[in-house]
């Protein structure tokens, strides 16, 4: 995920809970002081951890942006503890699958799970739901494989 958000920020800090020889810095985000406040963190959390990520995030950037399973957004606890109290400015759900595979990247990898990337970046505005057209072929690059 870093290397597109070269294409649009200026300044990145990435890091990993394990090194999977991106030579990132090897961090537990959810462990320690609260980082320095900054303008987004972007991230894909491990799924189980998502909802304390999102708090951490919360806690520390003026917005934040995290892909999740869509049915992140189900259950009544989670309503209760998050999004009732902090309900995101967006929810983008993709409608073509999205690939993930823990580890690596593969052109003709397929999955059963739908993804939504939940944003928070005006946390007064009302949730608004938009889907992210198809765009993998278009958007998809070689260099994304290696």
């Not at 303008?39 to 998502?50: C, D, K, S």
């Not at 992140?72 to 503890?81: D, P």
């Amino acid at each position: 995920m870093v290397a597109p958000l070269w294409e649009w920020f200026d300044e990145i800090y990435a890091s990993d809970v394990h090194d999977y020889g991106a030579g990132f810095p090897i961090e537990d985000y959810l462990f320690g002081p609260l980082p320095d406040r900054v303008n987004w963190t972007i991230t894909n959390p491990p799924f189980r951890l998502a909802e304390q990520f999102i708090e951490r995030a919360l806690a520390s950037s003026d917005c934040v942006a995290v892909i999740v399973r869509a049915a992140f957004l189900e259950g009544q606890g989670r309503f209760e503890r998050l999004f009732a109290k902090t309900p995101p400015s967006h929810v983008l759900q993709f409608t073509e699958r999205v690939v993930m595979h823990k580890g690596k990247l593969s052109p003709d990898g397929s999955t059963a799970t739908a993804y939504a990337w939940l944003v928070w970046a005006d946390r007064a505005a009302d949730t608004k739901l938009r889907w992210i057209a198809p765009c993998r072929k278009r958007l998809e690059k070689p260099e994304d494989y290696l």
